[in-house]
């Protein structure tokens, strides 16, 4: 059985730092890529990374870029979002997505992904 658990959010002062993970089980060994998206109160869904645990080939969104790392931890299907220097706008539902065939290219596209965890709140205020 597919599952896509996530966890880690909570609440940070600007220019905090918070550790997402995802676990995803049931999938095939490194043959398959997971994307973390959010969606703030009032704003439609984004694609904020993805990675490929074939590859570990990643993808950032320009809001995000050189402050999240996304990693692999093959061995335990597991996927980390560091988050660093967080900012206000930041604060979002953030969800972790996991599909077995799709094209790298689109990995920010939430249409491309079946398996969805709960989401975890990541909030940034002082």
């Known amino acids: 059985q597919l599952a896509v658990v996530d966890s880690g959010g909570g609440v940070v002062q600007p220019g905090g730092s918070l550790t997402l993970s995802c676990v995803a089980s049931?999938?095939?060994?490194?043959?398959?890529?997971i994307a973390w998206f959010r969606q703030a109160p009032g704003k439609e869904r984004e694609g904020v990374s993805c990675i490929s645990m074939s590859e570990s080939r990643t993808y950032y969104s320009e809001a995000v870029k050189g402050r999240f790392t996304i990693s692999r931890d093959s061995a335990k299907n597991t996927v980390y979002l560091q988050m660093n220097n967080l900012k206000p706008e930041d604060t979002a539902v953030y969800y972790c997505?996991?599909?077995?065939?799709?094209?790298?290219?689109?990995?920010?596209?939430?249409?491309?992904?079946?398996?969805w965890g709960q989401g975890t709140q990541v909030t940034v205020s002082s």
């Open positions: 997505a996991a599909e077995g065939l799709l094209l790298f290219r689109r990995c920010s596209l939430q249409e491309e992904y079946d398996y």
């Open positions: 049931g999938f095939k060994a490194d043959s398959y890529a």
